[in-house]
């Protein structure tokens, strides 16, 4: 079971990124999956989620109208497309996954089993 982060890099504020999180040794599509960030000494939060059925998302105020989160089961993969990125958006992100339903929103790590290595996202002029 593991879970690879990709897409993040050094963007402008104002620019956009396509973050990626694909799975392997198990289908996606029988999970939950959040997406994570941990700006440089902060505590890990999370930023956005869907559930299994993609029915349902959640999302952190601080993105809200930038972010959006989409998954193609068919590729065993979620996204999570960011754009007008601010400074303050710089942060490594993580994507993870749990097979039992997220009840509780905004979750904590601790929610999900699984998770990927993270990647790092660095806005800045």
């Known amino acids: 079971v593991q879970l690879q982060a990709s897409g993040g890099g050094l963007v402008q504020p104002g620019g956009s990124l396509r973050l990626s999180c694909a799975a392997s040794g198990f289908s996606l599509d029988h999970y939950d999956i959040g997406w994570f960030r941990q700006p440089p000494g902060k505590e890990r939060e999370a930023i956005y989620c869907i559930s299994r059925s993609g029915d349902s998302t959640w999302y952190a105020d601080s993105v809200k109208g930038r972010f959006t989160i989409s998954r193609d089961n068919a590729k065993n993969t979620v996204y999570l497309q960011m754009s007008s990125l601010k400074p303050e958006d710089t942060a490594v992100y993580y994507c993870?996954?749990?097979?039992?339903?997220?009840?509780?929103?905004?979750?904590?790590?601790?929610?999900?089993?699984?998770w990927g290595q993270g990647t790092l996202v660095t806005v800045s002029s």
């Open positions: 993870a996954a749990d097979d039992d339903s997220i009840v509780r929103y905004p979750p904590a790590p601790g929610d999900y089993d699984y």
